[in-house]
Every structure is written in structure tokens, then in C-alpha cells.
């Protein structure tokens, strides 16, 4: 059974992170986010769920405002060919459904099925926000304590600088 935003919060608390929500229309693109960008301050988030060409899932985090270069990406962190999985993957893996991407999700990926990719350059920020596993708020925490909750899940993440230009309206 996938976590609610309040476990989530619950588990952020018993971590001591401090985290901050604010609601906002239902966003499902880094586009319709830029739409909300002053309800919540921060750096705002691009975050991909991805296989790639052996079946393994992958979520890469990344700031909003870079193009991501899927095949720079791949090549970076040792991986087959990405793509984007499926909606019944991010359903069977992280309990979620599209545009409600999120590494706050990692909480529901009980099998640890997931590779962790983080950009560089967005921790590099002092707070960044993310979907309290839906797309209808965000919760802000700081960068630092993002490193913080994946390695409390179990995870070692892949901390890269994607390297990727500035985007446009491209992914």
C-alpha cells in the first residue's frame, strides 16, 4: 500500500527535516508548474521516471529549467539506453500516476527497484521543492535534506552534474 502525504510527512518529521506545503491547482508538466512558481519559493523540479534498454527503472532529479538529455544522461551514469517508462511501471513501482513524479515516492518503493540519479547543480540550492506524492502541492525542504531522506530509504544516489542545456519547452 503506497504512502499518504501525511505519512510522508510523518516520516520526513521523524527524520527532522523541516518542510513547508502549499497546495495549488493540479500541475502535470514543468510548463503548468511554471504557472505556480510564486506560491512556492525554492528551485522547482524536473524529475523523470525512466527504464532503460535492460528493464532496470531509473528516476532522475534534476532542476526545472534544464533540458534533459536523456542519452548524456544514460552515458554519465553507466546506463543502457533511457526511455520513459510506462504509467503502469510508476503505478507497480512508486505508487504513482503521472505528473506526480516525485523522489518523495522512494517511500513506496518497498523492492528498491529504483536508481537514484540527483543533479548536482540542484543541490547545490538552499531549498527545493517536490509533489507530496501528488500533483495538487508542493512540499519544500532543503536541498541537503533531500540527500538525507534517499540515503535514510537505503538508497546511494548517483549525484551528477546532468550537464544539460537550458530548456526551452523541451523535456
Not at 524529475?47 to 534498454?53: I, M, V
Not at 513524479?101 to 523492492?111: G, S
Request: proline share 4%.
Amino acid at each position: 500500500m503506497s504512502y499518504t502525504p501525511e505519512q510522508l510527512f510523518s516520516f520526513l518529521d521523524s527524520l527532522g527535516i523541516e518542510h513547508q506545503t502549499a497546495s495549488h491547482q493540479p500541475v502535470f508538466t514543468v510548463d503548468e508548474a511554471r504557472a505556480v512558481q510564486d506560491q512556492v519559493s525554492g528551485a522547482h523540479s524536473k524529475n523523470l521516471f525512466l527504464k532503460d534498454a535492460k528493464g532496470a527503472s531509473w528516476l532522475v532529479v534534476m532542476l526545472a529549467d534544464k533540458r534533459a538529455d536523456l542519452a548524456g544522461i544514460a552515458r554519465r551514469v553507466g546506463a543502457a539506453k533511457f526511455s520513459f517508462a510506462k504509467p503502469e511501471l510508476l503505478a507497480d513501482v512508486l505508487g504513482l500516476t503521472p505528473g506526480s513524479v516525485t523522489p518523495f515516492a522512494l517511500v513506496n518503493d518497498k523492492e528498491k527497484r529504483v536508481t537514484v540519479v540527483l543533479d548536482g547543480d540542484m543541490l547545490k540550492n538552499e531549498t527545493i521543492h517536490f509533489h507530496p506524492l501528488h500533483n495538487a502541492a508542493s512540499t519544500t525542504i532543503r536541498a541537503a535534506d533531500l540527500l538525507k531522506f534517499v540515503q535514510a530509504l537505503g538508497y546511494e544516489p548517483i549525484v551528477v552534474e546532468c550537464g544539460c542545456q537550458q530548456a526551452g519547452n523541451n523535456v
